[in-house]
């Protein structure tokens, strides 16, 4: 079936610094979501790309799909404590499937 | 956008017995999903509750110790049975928006079996 690989598993920064997580898949996906799990919450809906080499913005943070669109990225500029949590890619083919996730920790 | 219920949002079992976690959904919905999340891991999907069938279930996920009830369009059940040390987990009820764009999921379930 689908599977999405994520990397980093954890990722440890400074306030300020910027921070990326990449998810990647061996077949062609039709799209993908990213996610993010505040400790101690549930997953929220961030956002979807599903056009070949799509880049979306929400504030600080970047979206990028790849152009053979098995790749994926999250990449947040200058992060806050308040970035700290779980992000996770997952693509939709029948079902959702999740990445791993990423677990970011902000030192202030 | 959908808001959902899910409760309890915590509970201590003892091993063997079994919990059932409901979950409600403000608008009718077709398909409602469960997930597991172990600690410190991804989303796993237990099965999708389809209204007026049995549910689907995902490899390595059965019905006997997974029961799955959905009434109604708005409402299911997952139950945890016979309960041991490796069930504790978050279980999460989830749903999609119409266009499966995005899911929406309940605040959780935190179980812990002693």
């Known amino acids: 079936g689908q599977q999405v690989m994520q990397i980093p598993q954890y990722q440890h920064v400074q306030e300020g610094e910027d921070f990326t997580t990449y998810c990647n898949s061996s077949?062609?996906?039709?799209?993908i979501q990213w996610y993010k799990q505040r400790p101690g919450g549930h997953p929220v809906f961030l956002i979807q790309l599903v056009k070949s080499g799509e880049v979306k913005k929400q504030k600080r943070l970047t979206f990028q799909f790849g152009e053979a669109k098995k790749n994926s990225s999250l990449h947040i500029t200058a992060t806050q404590t308040t970035d700290v949590g779980t992000y996770f890619c997952a693509a939709y083919g029948n079902k959702l499937v999740f990445g791993a996730g990423t677990i970011l920790r902000v030192k202030s | 956008s959908a808001v959902i219920s899910q409760k309890p949002s915590r509970d201590i079992c003892q091993r063997g017995t079994s919990l059932t976690i409901q979950c409600q959904v403000d608008?009718?919905?077709?398909?409602m999903f469960w997930y597991r999340q172990q600690p410190g891991q991804s989303l796993t999907l237990i099965a999708t509750a389809n209204q007026g069938s049995e549910a689907t279930y995902e490899s390595g996920f059965v019905i006997d110790k997974f029961p799955i009830s959905r009434p109604n369009l708005t409402f299911s059940t997952l139950t945890v049975s016979n309960m041991s040390p490796e069930d504790s987990s978050i279980y999460l009820c989830?749903?999609?928006?119409?266009?499966?764009?995005?899911?929406?999921f309940g605040q959780g379930t935190r179980l812990t079996v002693v």
């Open positions: 077949t062609t996906l039709s799209n």
């Open positions: 989830s749903v999609q928006s119409r266009t499966n764009t995005e899911a929406f």
């Open positions: 608008s009718q919905v077709t398909m």
